[in-house]
């Protein structure tokens, strides 16, 4: 089935509407049985790329989950590239301490790389980077199947080709996945290979989306699921579905822009028609979810500064992602959250919401944020950062502070709350915290940067 008319899925009835919002009367108590979930991340989609924040975005369903849920407003991802975002998502580990400060390359014609490390050209340390997430590391997904967890994973994976797929990492089904990181077009044919080459006129997203409310239609076991849906909008080729370019080429909008607030409204369409499909079968009412995305924006992240690339990846712009997470029952609507967390934290929060009972473990760095859904303190924590592609590599996060470390030797330091754009380099300035912040880099270096 093709969605070609824009306004049939930008808006879901009034009769979902009211089942969507019916948790609103009873929060912050959580049933005690074990939730389905749903985890919707998406690619190279910024921070600031939804409707609420800059109105050249249509995003009526995103904008809805903010009401409906909770938003962590400061989220980030200790390795803001695609296949080290990705690990430390499903591991609760940063990426670095995988081996992996950069993303898998696709070395043969299938997408796949034998070999174990890929290295960067343009990488001043030349440093190795792990080319799949070895099996032998902890996923979420094999954690909650011990709980009892029913897995279906969909979408773009990009952490390894066969046999490191997600069959083989705890998940139960697999649709829409192969070796490579980005379609070649988001009409066919989509790939270099022949994933997906039965599907002949169809957009992308639409094709995943549709697997994706026909296992939720279709889903009729005891046991709770979690969907695992993984875009591969919004990165590049810059493709959107026609019909949504010409709507905003209609407003006006240059061609480039149009296209990519397609994209960005696909992405809102299937995240309503997933949420339309859970009330339909009376799945909404104990179905926490979240979405995310796995790195800054490759446009303009305004009032942000840096994206995904040109040099400044560890900025705001490309460092800091959306994050929304709706629990019913337990979520207060509308809420946000300003403590800084990252999507390391996903881990430990999933097992919490799976096992019913608190956990923590000191063999991950991620920690459980399931206090903040209840409306209790979050304990603040030092976030550290470690990508290696350029001269910027390393940083970190302590309260209001960021200091960013150059292999040149040179360093930043921001205020990132009274100066979210990074305008003003304080370093030099004889504050304490530069030196404070320097300290911990070097010992945090110390203990969680391979050696070779």
């Known amino acids: 089935m093709t969605y070609k008319n824009q306004f049939k899925h930008l808006l879901i009835p009034i009769i979902f509407t009211h089942l969507l919002d019916a948790s609103a ?89 034998d070999d174990k490390y890929n290295y960067w050209k343009n990488d001043p340390a030349q440093m190795p980077s792990i080319n799949w997430l070895p099996l032998e590391e902890e996923t979420y997904a094999e954690v909650l199947k ?31 996945t192969g070796n490579w990181g980005h379609p070649k077009s988001y009409y066919p044919e989509f790939f270099k290979d022949d994933l997906l ?23 009729k076991q005891e046991n709770p699921f979690m969907l695992t849906f993984w875009y591969y909008n919004v990165h590049s080729p810059f493709v959107g579905r026609k019909d949504l370019v010409d709507h905003f080429l209609a407003k006006g909008y240059e061609s480039k822009e149009a296209t990519y607030a397609a994209m960005v409204a696909s992405v809102d ?60 029952g337990l979520t207060t609507p509308d809420s946000t959250i300003d403590t800084p967390i990252q999507t390391i934290d996903v881990f430990p929060t999933l097992v919490e919401i799976a096992s019913l009972k608190p956990y923590s473990s000191d063999k991950i760095q991620g920690v459980s944020f399931m206090p903040a859904l209840k409306e209790e303190p979050l ?19 302590s309260g209001d502070w960021k200091l960013i470390k150059y292999r040149s030797g040179k360093f930043e330091l921001f205020n ?10 304080r370093v030099g300035e004889g504050l304490a915290i530069e030196v404070a912040l320097k300290n911990k880099l070097e010992k945090w270096e110390s203990e969680a940067v391979p050696t070779y």
């Open 25 to 113: 009367f009873a929060q912050n108590t959580p049933d005690k049985t074990q939730p389905n979930i749903v985890l919707l991340f998406v690619d190279d989609w910024g921070w600031a790329d939804v409707g609420y924040r800059n109105d050249r975005f249509e995003t009526p369903h995103i904008n809805r989950l903010k009401r409906d849920g909770m938003e962590f407003t400061r989220a980030y991802v200790p390795t803001p590239t695609c296949s080290p975002s990705r690990a430390s998502l499903l591991t609760g580990k940063e990426a670095i301490r995988l081996e992996m400060p950069r993303h898998i390359e696709h070395k043969n014609k299938d997408g796949s790389n």
């Open 146 to 176: 011990e709980q009892g967890y029913y897995n279906m994973f969909i979408g773009k994976w990009h952490l390894g080709h066969e046999p490191y797929y997600p069959i083989y990492q705890g998940f139960d089904e697999m649709f829409g």
């Open 197 to 219: 080459a039965e599907y002949e006129e169809d957009y992308l997203t639409d094709i995943l989306t549709n697997k994706a409310v026909d296992f939720l239609n279709n889903y």
């Open 269 to 328: 369409e299937s995240v309503g028609r997933i949420r339309e499909a859970l009330a339909l079968n009376g799945l909404d009412e104990n179905t926490v979810i979240l979405l995310i995305s796995d790195q800054g924006g490759f446009y303009s992240n305004a009032p942000l500064s840096g994206a995904k690339t040109g040099g400044n990846t560890l900025g705001e712009g490309g460092a800091r992602v959306p994050f929304y997470v709706y629990y019913p």
């Open 379 to 397: 304990d603040t924590r030092d976030l550290f950062f470690y990508r290696s592609y350029e001269d910027q590599y390393a940083a970190i996060i």
């Open 416 to 425: 990132v709350v009274q100066d979210i754009s990074e305008q003003q380099n």
